[in-house]
């Protein structure tokens, strides 16, 4: 019998301070957050470390557009070149044959 | 290569020197300022992406009935001009897209349905490298679901809730924005019958290379 009150007041007192703990955490973590904006603030007003430049970005996206449309057209004219190489080296490879 | 290649090199050649300067003299769009510019080559490359999709779509189902291997050398080029104009468009994409939303990638049905065309892409470029005989066929069928991806892709954007914008962007443009666009679009479009032409002649150059060593060794 004292067993099982020692166990309920135990109980009891852990779910008490659990509830007492519990409203405290998001009021501290409230605390602990940077002050909140309420209106949209356009990017160019934004702080300077706040804000991303674009110039790389966009200087990127350009360089590998032409790198990539450049690389492709070397390789689909080594391709050919190749191919064409080969094409010379049978043919003649055939003609002299026959002859 | 046919007569007409060298004259439309050299047009396309002149159109891309004029390009980026009609690009540098179109306005700033007023929320995203200089990061908008990557729209002058992320859009037109979007396009000719979804055009060689089709491309390989048509040329394969035309194969895959009529047995033609012309049909087969133009589907094989147009999937590797979706994996060169697709990967324009999935890295100039995330650039924008990392100034203009704060992220680099969002998982929505455009972006997501446009990756999955590429890799379609991808694959039918792999089944034509290492799938050995008959991959010819089985990479046909694969450029079909290709090509149905296509215009899921294109219309996406208007039916599920995305931050990427609608198609009805395009056709609001005003002149200073929307000519530029259409030019480099034009550019594009120009290289890209280019590269297929170029890329068939390969393929043909090759079927021809086949040929005469089978007669070589007859």
């Known amino acids: 019998m004292m067993k099982r009150l020692c166990l309920s007041l135990f109980v009891i007192v ?23 904006q309420d209106e949209f603030i356009p990017i160019d007003q934004l ?14 996206a350009y ?15 080594r391709r050919l070149g190749v191919v064409q190489r ?3 080296r049978l043919q003649s490879d055939a003609r002299r044959g026959r002859t | ?37 990557i ?36 589907a094989w080029a147009a999937a590797e001009l979706v994996v060169l104009f697709g990967i324009i468009t999935l890295v100039t ?45 089985l990479a046909a069928g694969l450029a079909l679901f290709g090509m149905a991806n296509v215009p899921f892709i294109y219309i996406s954007v208007n039916y599920w809730r995305t931050i990427h914008p609608t198609t009805n962007v395009l056709p609001t443009l005003p002149v200073s924005m929307g000519f530029p666009v259409w030019f480099t679009f034009a550019t594009f479009f120009l290289l890209f019958i280019l590269l297929l032409r170029m890329r068939v002649r390969l393929e043909e150059q090759r079927a021809q290379l086949d040929a005469l060593y089978l007669s070589v060794d007859a």
């Open chain 1, 14 to 36: 852990a779910v008490s301070a659990a509830a007492a703990r519990g409203p405290l955490r998001p009021a501290l973590l409230f605390a602990q957050q940077p002050q909140q």
């Open chain 1, 47 to 60: 702080p300077p470390q706040d804000q991303l430049p674009a110039a790389p970005l966009l200087v990127t």
């Open chain 1, 63 to 77: 360089s590998f557009v032409v790198l990539a449309l450049f690389a492709y057209l070397i390789s689909v004219a």
């Open chain 1, 86 to 88: 080969e094409l010379d």
């Open chain 2, 1 to 37: 290569m046919p007569k007409w290649f060298l004259p439309l090199a050299i047009v396309c050649g002149l159109m891309f020197a004029v390009a980026p300067i009609l690009i540098a003299n179109a306005p700033y769009e007023s929320t995203m300022g200089l990061v908008q510019k």
């Open chain 2, 39 to 74: 729209f002058y080559v992320h859009l037109p490359s979007a396009l000719i992406f979804l055009l060689a999709a089709v491309v390989c779509g048509v040329a394969s189902v035309r194969y895959l009935f009529g047995g033609n291997p012309r049909h087969d050398r133009i």
């Open chain 2, 93 to 137: 994409g995330p650039l924008w897209a990392r100034k203009a939303w704060g992220v680099w990638w969002q998982w929505d049905v455009r972006l997501t349905a446009s990756l999955m065309g590429w890799m379609v892409a991808v694959a039918y470029l792999l089944l034509r490298k290492y799938g050995g005989p008959g991959s010819d066929k």
